[in-house]
């Protein structure tokens, strides 16, 4: 066949698409002029010129760094390799573009989940991964989650059932019970209607579960805008971690809080007054909206 002939013309040297046509030419001459004596060359000699021309076209060393990175990809590599080599090229070229596809959804499904705890203080005090840093500590009262991907239809359901597992304490080393939960959404670059819908269940839901607070920290302009043109403008926002734990953030979201009447755990909820000012006197110099994700009302900010 076409890889054959491919693999023995490069195996042989072959450097330009010149090759093809010297190859067709000497075909003809062995065709016309050699037959008889190729009549007795066993098939078996014909097949292992063939064989040991496609081995060198197999990348081995390709497949063992997969294996190192990601054993996913050296997956689809070797089930590829092995229906190409034992059933045929176009087999194996359907049964890579589905292993490959389902690789990728698998990924998109179910993204990387974090759940967040905070470095001591001569360490920077960052929110890290907790399975990473066993340094860092979850703060009691709060389940603080990470997922590395934007909200949408693809993964809504795995997005709910994480955080509503979080605000449960399944993922918390304090027994106390969880009061809000926070999301770094710092990953978030676009959310569709599917990931709004989510989030309007998982607020109702973490209502209805004790009246738990839901707040989104680190979320792009551009996200914040989306959610609040859609219904979500009580949403707790802030621009940190730290703002979610300590309530600073806009009037309308510390109502929302103090609506709820909800004490949260080794924190304080007032921002003083010149502080707000200070922000909003900050704010107002850059302008209205843009498309970088500014806004125009400066009571908006977070």
């Given at each position: 066949g076409?890889?054959?002939r491919t693999?023995v013309?490069?195996e042989?040297?072959?450097?330009t698409?010149?090759?093809?046509i ?7 001459i062995?065709?016309?002029?050699f ?22 076209m ?10 190192k ?10 089930i590829?390799?092995?229906?190409t080599?034992?059933?045929g090229?176009?087999d194996g ?6 292993f ?7 990924g998109v499904?179910?993204p990387h989940?974090v ?20 340094e ?5 009262g709060f ?16 997005f ?6 979080a ?6 080393t ?10 770094d ?12 819908q989510?989030l ?19 979320a792009k302009g551009?996200?914040r ?10 949403l ?12 600073k953030?806009?009037k309308?979201?510390?109502?929302t809080?103090?609506d709820?009447?909800?004490?949260l755990?080794?924190v304080?909820?007032?921002t ?21 994700g500014?806004?125009?009302d ?5």
């Amino acid at each position: 066949g076409g890889l054959a002939r491919t693999a023995v013309n490069a195996e042989s040297g072959a450097k330009t698409q010149l090759s093809a046509i010297m190859c067709a030419i000497m075909m003809l001459i062995a065709l016309f002029l050699f037959t008889s004596f190729f009549y007795y060359i066993p098939m078996t000699v014909l097949a292992a010129i063939i064989e040991v021309s496609i081995i060198n076209m197999v990348d081995f060393q390709s497949m063992r760094d997969a294996y190192k990175i990601d054993k996913r990809d050296c997956f689809v590599m070797v089930i590829t390799f092995l229906v190409t080599f034992f059933v045929g090229v176009i087999d194996g070229l359907f049964v890579g573009i589905f292993f490959s596809f389902a690789v990728v959804m698998k990924g998109v499904a179910f993204p990387h989940v974090v759940h967040l705890g905070k470095l001591p203080e001569d360490e920077g005090g960052h929110f890290k991964d907790v399975d990473r840093f066993p340094e860092a500590v979850q703060i009691p009262g709060f389940a603080i989650v990470r997922m590395d991907a934007s909200p949408f239809f693809g993964n809504s359901n795995h997005f709910k059932d994480i955080i509503m597992s979080a605000s449960e304490g399944a993922f918390h080393t304090s027994r106390e019970p969880i009061r809000v939960v926070i999301l770094d959404a710092s990953a978030w670059i676009d959310i569709d209607l599917s990931g709004i819908q989510i989030l309007k269940e998982v607020i109702h839901d973490l209502q209805q579960a004790g009246n738990k607070i839901l707040s989104i920290a680190c979320a792009k302009g551009i996200i914040r805008d989306i959610l609040r043109k859609n219904g979500l403008s009580s949403l707790l926002f802030t621009m940190s971690i730290d703002d979610s734990i300590t309530g600073k953030s806009a009037k309308r979201s510390r109502r929302t809080i103090e609506d709820l009447s909800i004490t949260l755990p080794q924190v304080t909820l007032t921002t003083t007054t010149n502080a707000l000012h200070s922000q909003r006197a900050k704010y107002k110099e850059i302008g209205p909206q843009d498309e970088l994700g500014g806004f125009a009302d400066d009571d908006q900010f977070f």
